[in-house]
């Protein structure tokens, strides 16, 4: 999720160029196949959370207390067992996630298609710079050519703010670019604001080169993990 | 060494009394006193230890020095604390005119829990309030490259564990009911989605349950003697403050429909803290690009300021469990830890650190102090507050931050 985990984007970059420009209308989110590396970052690079791949099979609850120390994941417990994907509206798979609006079935997280278009702050404020507009309006030409796509803005501060103040600028930083997205038509329900306070710097030095580098909003895809590739169908040759 | 003497008399065969009393002010102690702010001299009591060894003598030590006390050698000594840590601690309270105070001997538990229950003792008879040698704290540690987890120890840093093991970023731990359950904000994935989830976590159970994971920010929880949990939820666009009832169920509240919403400002609140007697809520907030501490009436009203005289863009509030102060967060050349009148007034600057939070005697506060460049240099220290005497506590390995002390 937060770097430091390695995600073949590569082939996913072609894969979902190819859906996007190929059968992007045909292409059903929630219809996708569960690749196996969709669990398999689970153990990878820093451990990243315990709990990813919690809800792709719906039998996320069950998991008794004592979660203090030890080597287990620690998941949220008060699911009672087997609250599944039972249908519905609750196409995120996982009804802990009912509040955050609808991210349908399985996606891969993309952190280097729009690195570049980072967006930069003034110290203490969530203004979104004049500057930075064509970079949003990169973003917002990307997200509307991919209309499956889903986008998290993450917020970050750099660390001349106390701790929870900077949790709460973080996310004011993060609402603003959502909002400068708002005129060029991409659904809110597509984009997701995070914050992070001061914890994740890009660079960690104490001068304002620092600081600058730190207050920003970052822009991070989440693409559909594309269908298993198939086979084509079987063909017979005859040898003479 | 009369005292001593006629100490001596009247414990008649003690032979404890011939251990060599511990040097003061040794070099190389990892529990000495780190000042960082002006210590008050004037008000420190001097206090003489004689008797006791190793790590008996060094609790006392750190437990007294920063409840304000001076530890000094017998014959400047205002009071005399005698005792042995043998197969149990035991200590005998003299006053200036070798007058007992007290003569106990502590039994069960650790040597170092009862060495903690003997500075209690010290504490109670001299300052009149309750000592904080057996109290707890929560705090945040980091664990990894991105990874944090919340700690509970001794408010000292010793007997540490872990409660969590998520391996995310986790913020904002704070005390439930009785000291019994505790919340914080892990940034939770769950099927593929990151989102700061706050949660509520049973300490005699082990069972965890979401109480908001929200668009957006869902952070800041804090309980009131009332059973409502103050949380700032950015659900309506900016951070705000809400409040949910006591036992609240996030599943079965679709959309937070139960949740009552505090403030509905443009910029961010943080950081809310509520009066003993739950009649307030003091928050940080940020208005016209000018930051205030202000107060609220839970069920309505107007916002008050809370006006922290010639210090500029307070945050992070503490009311101090006998409602008397507030105590908070201000820039200056980095953060210091200053303090106010719960009623605003003239506002005191005390020692560099941010994320204050009080302890139970309302007297000594915990807090986060940067000991270099970003959130891999930060500790945890204690401050005395009318002497303004800091230490740091030792903790192995890893940052900490975000202390809470139960109350």
């Known amino acids: 999720m937060l770097g430091g985990r390695l995600y073949p984007v590569a082939l996913t970059a072609l894969l979902g160029l190819a859906l996007a420009a190929g059968c992007k209308s045909t292409q059903e989110p929630g219809l996708t196949h569960i690749p196996e590396n969709n669990n398999g970052d689970t153990s990878g690079g820093d451990g990243g959370d315990g709990n990813t791949g919690g809800g792709n099979n719906g039998g996320n609850g069950g998991v008794g207390p004592g979660n203090t120390g030890g080597g287990n994941d620690t998941v949220v417990t008060n699911n009672d067992g087997g609250n599944g994907n039972n249908g519905g509206d609750d196409n995120t798979g996982d009804d802990r996630n009912r509040e955050l609006g609808p991210r349908p079935g399985d996606y891969m997280e993309d952190r280097e298609i729009l690195a570049a278009q980072s967006v930069h702050f003034d110290y203490d404020s969530a203004a979104v710079r004049p500057t930075d507009q064509s970079k949003i309006g990169l973003v917002a030409r990307y997200l509307s050519a991919q209309p499956t796509f889903h986008l998290v803005i993450e917020g970050h501060c750099d660390e001349r703010g106390t701790e929870q103040y900077n949790l709460s600028l973080g996310q004011r930083r993060a609402e603003a670019v959502r909002e400068a997205l708002a005129p060029f038509g991409i659904s809110p329900e597509r984009i997701q604001t995070i914050s992070y306070g001061e914890n994740f710097p890009v660079l960690k030095s104490t001068d304002e080169v620092s600081y600058q580098e730190n207050r920003r909003g970052e822009f991070v895809i989440w693409r559909p993990v594309p269908a298993a590739i198939q086979p084509p169908a079987g063909q017979s040759v005859i040898v003479p | ?407």
Not at chain 2, 10 to 15: D, H, K, N, P, V
Not at chain 2, 50 to 59: D, I, K, P
Not at chain 2, 90 to 110: H, P, R, T, V, Y
Not at chain 2, 296 to 320: A, L, Q, Y
Request: aromatic share 8%; net charge positive.
């Open chain 2, 1 to 407: 060494m009369k005292q001593l003497a006629i100490l001596a008399g009247c414990l008649a065969g003690a032979a404890w009394l011939a251990a060599a009393p511990p040097a003061a002010g040794a070099t190389g102690d990892p529990n000495r006193v780190t000042v960082i702010g002006a210590v008050d001299e004037s008000k420190l009591v001097p206090l003489a230890l004689q008797g006791f060894s190793g790590e008996v003598a060094a609790v006392l030590r750190f437990d007294l020095e920063v409840q304000g006390f001076k530890i000094v050698p017998p014959d400047n000594a205002k009071y005399i604390l005698s005792g042995k840590n043998g197969a149990t601690v035991e200590g005998a309270l003299q006053d200036a005119n070798q007058a007992f105070l007290f003569n106990k001997s502590f039994n069960g538990g650790s040597q170092r829990s009862q060495a903690h229950a003997l500075s209690d003792a010290v504490v109670e008879s001299i300052h009149r309030i309750p000592g904080i040698g057996q109290t707890k704290i929560i705090f945040t540690k980091k664990t990894g490259a991105r990874s944090w987890e919340v700690f509970q120890s001794d408010f000292d840093g010793h007997n540490a564990v872990a409660l969590t093991n998520d391996k995310v970023l986790c913020v904002t731990p704070s005390w439930g009911k009785g000291n019994r359950e505790v919340f914080y904000t892990s940034y939770l994935t769950f099927a593929g989605i990151i989102n700061p989830t706050v949660l509520r976590h049973n300490l005699d159970t082990g069972k965890r349950d979401i109480v908001a994971r929200y668009r957006g920010l869902n952070t800041g929880a804090t309980m009131g003697s009332n059973g409502w949990l103050a949380m700032v939820l950015s659900k309506g666009g900016s951070p705000d403050v809400y409040l949910a009832p006591p036992q609240y169920d996030f599943k079965g509240d679709q959309g937070g429909g139960k949740l009552v919403r505090v403030t509905a400002t443009e910029e961010g609140e943080s950081s809310p803290t509520w009066s003993p007697d739950s009649q307030w809520l003091c928050f940080a907030t940020r208005t016209n690009g000018r930051r205030w501490l202000v107060k609220k009436r839970p069920n309505g009203g107007p916002m008050f300021r809370v006006d922290t005289k010639g210090i500029h863009n307070p945050s992070e509030p503490d009311w101090s469990p006998d409602g008397k102060w507030i105590a908070f967060t201000a820039p200056g050349g980095g953060f210091n830890i200053c303090v106010v009148p719960a009623n605003g007034g003239e506002a005191r600057i005390l020692v560099a650190g941010e994320n204050p939070s009080w302890a139970p005697n309302s007297r000594t506060i915990i807090f986060t102090l940067r000991t270099g460049a970003g959130v891999n240099k930060r500790r945890l220290a204690l401050l005395d507050v009318p002497t303004k005497r800091v230490k740091l506590i030792p903790l192995e390995g890893g940052a900490a931050t975000s202390p809470a002390w139960a109350n």
